[in-house]
């Protein structure tokens, strides 16, 4: 079979598809040397990358056994094959390009013959945004749209004591992974809560270990007395275990990690050390470059190892493209004592206890490291963390940790700081929060950074492809007024009649109740508050159904009063009369209704109906159907007009007594009964004619 042929029909028929995070999808037509497809065929697929170029060193390799269909497709999910050489999930997408060689045995074994190779472009490196750190959110929705942050928030959030001596901090997910001198331990700890972590697992792992990283399933350790990297799974938080270790030399001091390398700075033989990896088990020396005296500090981006060395006190660029020679590509004179470095994009941040101040050194020439800017520091720090537009350092001379604005490289300035406590040795940042570990406390702190901002509105050009800030000024909001609730007018919104500043206002702007409500219709006659309820329809049995505003004493105790006040006046709102109920029984729900009014003699109760019917004027406990407190006149000349006796009554009209149709003045029906002291009934004659 000539597997030229196969090779441009199969090439034609490459499809790549982002999936998971953990796979990317291949698809292709496998076909005999004559075009033909190979139907309902079992047949074998490898799959090997290569980084940098189409011939370059394999990080990744797997093989498949898939069946074709009827048409001679098949379909394999690359990264969740059988592996043969490292692992899918310590690629490093950012250090390619990377080629994909597809290997193919028609009969299904593993003699594979190469059938192409071709550079994987766009689409696999939607695997590789799921570890982008951070993106400069302005170049997404344009600068000015975005709210400042606001660090007035950073404060301690959580912190646990962790040990005597922790030395290094490394975060990935939801666990932090600490290294301790004097527990001689690894422990992993939850932080999935920041203001309550707690220790998951934990693994001896020998006498001073003074380095972490992480990557993937495994965390990295080097150790002062031991001498050695070691490699430990941690893909059960609970039990992380050792698999596998490397005897390096005299002092290794720091390491990183990136795909399926380690690169490790060892302070005893004054080198760097590049380790393979890949196979975690069994680690492997792959090269190693001589440095100088005392190396401290290793970071890695890209095809680059930046090293910080206190001996030749300068910043190393050390190029990695091939692991297995490692060449020095340039250099920067820093100060007194480099003792950390971080890299982000075209920048490298060294922080210098000599000269005790932050560098900022611009590394987009690897050849020619240039300093950019830096900012003194007062004290002697210790480690620096990168994350977006800020630099975080802790400082074991002021104790604290400090938040330094690198947005412009060339002038680094001081946004905040927060006191931690009297040794912080190592900072990582990850998401809104910092990590440090403090050797005094023995403890890890977590850091909330900066203030959770309120959601700001943002509006999209399909158009221009543009987003923009939809402030008061769109036509979709228009002109609010501070203090009032908008109201939609069909097209935008707009200034509402009600005014809220923690009272309610309708009508008015200044509410000094909860609710208030003012009305300027003038002389229009209209009620200022009109209530509508929808009720039974028809005349109802229980005036319930019909309730359609309700007072409430809060209290609720028999003998309490609510009602309605009618004021006269806006100054004390002094009620010139009153109306309302005075609660008789709680749970039966029984009260009599009160009328009050102010005159010459006070404020009084006038009138009183009782929870039984009974009407009392002039009285509060009426106790007949209608008792009545002083005099009474009756009749349209009487009233208003005539003044009756106390606790008397006069009648303009005709009275009758159990008669319903008196023909004269008074008229008894039935027997009357006279006393003897005084004459019950006094006639007053008349003269003239009748």
């Known amino acids: 079979m000539r597997y030229s042929a196969l090779l441009a029909a199969l090439a034609a028929h490459v499809s790549l598809l982002a999936q ?10 496998a076909r005999d040397a004559g075009g033909d497809p190979l139907t309902n065929t079992t047949v074998g697929v490898q799959f090997q990358l290569h980084q940098s170029t189409a011939g370059g060193t394999v990080v990744y390799a797997e093989t498949h056994s898939p069946t074709t269909n009827e048409l001679g497709l098949f379909t394999v999910e690359v990264g969740k094959g059988t592996p043969g050489t490292g692992t899918f999930s310590a690629i490093d997408w950012s250090a390619g390009p990377y080629f994909l060689e597809v290997g193919l045995d028609p009969a299904g074994g593993s003699s594979y013959t190469s059938v192409g190779t071709q550079q994987l472009l766009s689409v696999p ?97 080097v150790d002062h007395l031991s001498d050695d990297l070691k490699v430990i799974d941690i893909s059960n938080p609970s039990m992380p275990t050792l698999t596998g270790s490397l005897g390096l030399g005299s002092f290794p001091f720091s390491v990183a990690v990136s795909g399926n390398y380690a690169y490790v700075v060892d302070s005893g033989s004054d080198d760097l050390k590049v380790i393979n990896v890949s196979n975690p088990g069994m680690p492997t020396l792959a090269g190693s470059l001589g440095l100088g005296a005392s190396p401290q500090c290793v970071a890695v981006s890209g095809n680059y190892a930046y090293v910080v060395d206190v001996g030749s006190d300068d910043l190393k660029v050390i190029n990695i493209s091939n692991p297995g020679m490692p060449t020095l590509t340039g250099s920067l004179g820093l100060g007194s004592s480099p003792r950390f470095v971080a890299v982000s994009g075209n920048f490298a941040y060294v922080v210098d206890v000599g000269s005790s101040d932050l560098k900022v050194i611009d590394t987009s020439d690897p050849a020619m490291p240039i300093l950019a800017g830096s900012l003194g520091l007062v004290t002697p720090p210790r480690s620096v963390a990168v994350s977006g537009n800020y630099a975080y350092v802790v400082d074991f001379g002021s104790d604290e940790l400090k938040v330094i ?24 940042v990850s998401g809104n929060y910092a990590y440090v570990v403090d050797v005094d406390l023995a403890a890890l702190r977590v850091i909330e950074l900066f203030c959770n901002n309120e959601a700001q509105p943002m509006s999209y050009n399909p158009v221009s492809g543009e987003f923009s800030t939809a402030d008061e000024a769109d036509p979709q909001v228009g002109d609010i007024t501070t203090g009032y609730v908008p109201r939609w007018s069909g097209t935008e919104l707009v200034t509402g009649s009600v005014f809220d500043n923690g009272n309610v206002g309708i009508g008015t702007s200044a509410p000094t109740r909860r609710f208030q409500v003012h009305d300027s219709n003038g002389g229009t006659i209209r009620p200022a508050v009109k209530i509508k309820v929808n009720n039974c329809g028809s005349p109802c049995g229980q005036p319930e ?30 009620p010139s009369a009153w109306l309302g109920t005075r609660l008789a029984n709680k749970t039966l729900h029984y009260g009599d209704l009160l009328f009050h009014t102010r005159g010459g003699g006070g404020f009084g109760e006038r009138m009183r109906i009782t929870s039984i019917g009974n009407v009392g004027i002039g009285t509060g406990n009426p106790v007949n159907r209608l008792d009545v407190e002083g005099g009474m006149a009756v009749g ?15 009648i303009e009209g005709n009275v009758g007594i159990a008669t319903t149709n008196p023909g004269a003045e008074l008229e008894v029906n039935g027997y009357t009964k006279l006393g003897s002291d005084a004459p019950a009934i006094k006639v007053k004659e008349f003269t003239g004619t009748t």
């Open 125 to 221: 490196y939607a695997l590789h945004a799921n570890t982008v750190s951070e993106v400069e959110a302005a170049s997404l929705f344009g600068s000015g749209n975005l709210l400042a942050p606001d660090l007035s928030c950073i404060g301690v959030s959580g912190s646990l004591g962790i040990g005597p001596y922790p030395t290094s901090v490394a975060v990935l997910g939801n666990y932090a992974y600490v290294v301790d001198g004097d527990s001689e331990d690894l422990k992993v700890i939850n932080v999935s809560n920041p203001g309550m972590p707690t220790l998951a697992g934990s693994l001896g792992i020998g006498s001073e270990p003074q380095s972490v990283a992480v990557s993937g399933n495994y965390a990295y350790v």
């Open 405 to 428: 604005d690198t947005s412009n490289p060339g002038m680094p300035i001081m946004a905040g700081s927060l006191g931690l406590g009297s040794d912080p040795t190592s900072v990582v």
């Open 545 to 574: 159904t019909t309730q359609a505003f309700t007072l409430q004493n809060q209290n609720g105790t028999a003998g309490n009063v609510v009602g309605i006040g009618f004021a006269d006046s806006d100054a004390d709102e002094t």
């Open 636 to 650: 349209q000349t009487y009233s208003g007009s005539h003044t009756a006796p106390t606790n008397g009554a006069i």
């Open 20 to 29: 998971s995070p953990e796979a990317f999808s291949y698809q292709a037509v």
